[in-house]
Every structure is written in C-alpha cells, then in structure tokens.
C-alpha cells in the first residue's frame, strides 16, 4: 500500500461526494439501483454471486495494474463498472468464475489495447466476445430488468437517459437505436416478419436499450463531437446488424460496438497527426 500523499482515490466523505458527482460515479449508483430492481425479480441469492466475483476480481486487477503502471494507487472505479456490466449480462446460473475471469479480461484489455488518449475498445464488450468461445455462456441480460413488470422499462429509460445526457452522448445514442430498428423493420418488411420479431421483445428489447444507455455512450471509446457520435452510433447498429444476419451469434451487439471501436480509434490517431503535422490543434479527439 502506498502512503496518503500518493493515494488518489475517495477516501473522504467530501471525496465521495465528489465521486459519485461524476459520470463513473453517477453510472455505478445507477447500475446498483438496477441491479436491486432486478433482484426482486431473478433474487438477489441469485444474482449476487456472479456480481461480487466479477467486481472484485476486476476491481482488484484494475488496481494492480494501475499501480505498476502509475506508480501510485487510485481507486478501480473503472475495473467496478466492468465487473458490474459483464456479470449484468451474463446469465446468473453461470459458474462464478465465468464472469470473474470475463471481467479481469475487459480490464486487462483496457490496459493493453491502446492509443494515446484513450482505450481502444468497450472494455465489457471486448471481454464478452473474447471469451465467448471458451466459455460459450448464455447472455440473458438480467441487468436491463426484463423479467420486471412492463413498468421497469421507464426505470430503464429514465435512468439511461439521465447518463447519457450527462455524458454528452445523446447523438450516438439517437444513431444508434435509429439504424438499429431501422434496419430490423426493413428486414421485418422485405423477408420473414417472425425471424426478427424477438428484437422488439424481452430480453432482446431490453438488452439493446441497456447496450445503447450504457456501452453505446462509454466517454473513452465514444467520439465527443456530435457529428461523429453519429457516424459511432450508425456504425454500431449497421455492424451489429450484419454479425446478426451472417453468424447470429449471441454477441452480436457487441461485435458491432467493437468495430465501430476501431473506427473511432483510427480516427483519433489520424486527428493526432493532423495535431502534429500541423503544430496546432485543427480537430478536437
């Protein structure tokens, strides 16, 4: 442990406060009043084994590696977020070691896949998809509440809506559940209506809502422009889309938030060169 002077992490009320003012803050306290909704309908003996082992296992990984890396402990906020996402997704019958070692791969991830400013990919997204074909695990997206009564949607709703205005990302939002159900309504119209039903359905309908609140809108994956937001949110839906119609893979929103990763990762390091090239800043990151 390092001594008071180098430790950054909420140790005071006053801190605290300050925290939980901020977006990581503020998405943790709503993923916890989620995540009590839920339990009253799944049972919170149910769902809190899986939940505790994905937070501490990633929270103190996160912790770890910041510390080598930094020199100083910080609070594993970040590494909190990913063990709660992963273990909200997965279904809770899953071994707890499932979703333990998914999230110490999404922190892991964070750490390694990286360009200058920021993580590469959706550290949550990333991790579900890589070790989807070790461990094969069933997605039912308890956390998005859709074994609650109708009404959860709203708590749903309004709670994503809340952080994603706070976190300025209402375009990729706005784009990304536009071409989302853009393009299944086109396919519900040109070809089977019935293969595509579920999508308007619980947990699908949940699950893009929850995906779109609280992974489509990550601040260090997701462009802050407006414009570019846009383009993030199309990219993810069409992405998404296509792993649907070709592989039908459980995964398939998070195969299309990882791609539309790499396109805002490129455009980043292009923005960084034109920042270089030109020795003033000609487009914000």
Known sequence: MG?????????????????????KGLLILVLALLVLIAALGSGLRLVLPDLAAAMIAAAVVDG????????????????LLTGMIVAMILSPLEPWHVPAVTAVVGVVSKHVFRTHTANIFNPAAMALVATFPVFGPAQDWWGALPEITPWALVVLGG???????????????????GGYYLLFTATAFLGDPA?????????????????????????????????????????TAVAG????????????????????????????VRVRARREKGGRILDPV
Do not use: C
Request: hydrophobic share 50%; no cysteine; proline share 7%.
């Open 3 to 23: 001594d008071a002077a180098t430790m950054t992490m909420p140790a005071s009320r006053s801190g605290l406060g300050r925290f939980f003012r901020k977006p």
């Open 64 to 79: 770890l590696l910041m510390r080598y890396m930094d020199g100083h402990w910080s609070f594993p906020s970040g590494g």
């Open 159 to 177: 709670t994503g809506v809340f952080i994603t205005n706070r976190v300025h990302k209402l375009p990729a939002l706005l784009a990304f559940l």
């Open 195 to 235: 293969r595509v039903a579920e999508i308007y359905r619980a947990p699908d309908l949940h699950a893009a809502l929850f995906f779109g609140f609280f992974m489509v809108t990550d601040p260090p994956t997701a462009p802050p422009r407006a414009r570019d937001q846009v383009v993030f949110g199309l990219i």
């Open 241 to 268: 889309y296509a792993v649907f119609e070709l592989v039908g893979a459980a995964y398939f929103l998070l195969a299309g938030l990882l791609v539309a990763n790499v396109w805002e990762a490129v455009r980043r």
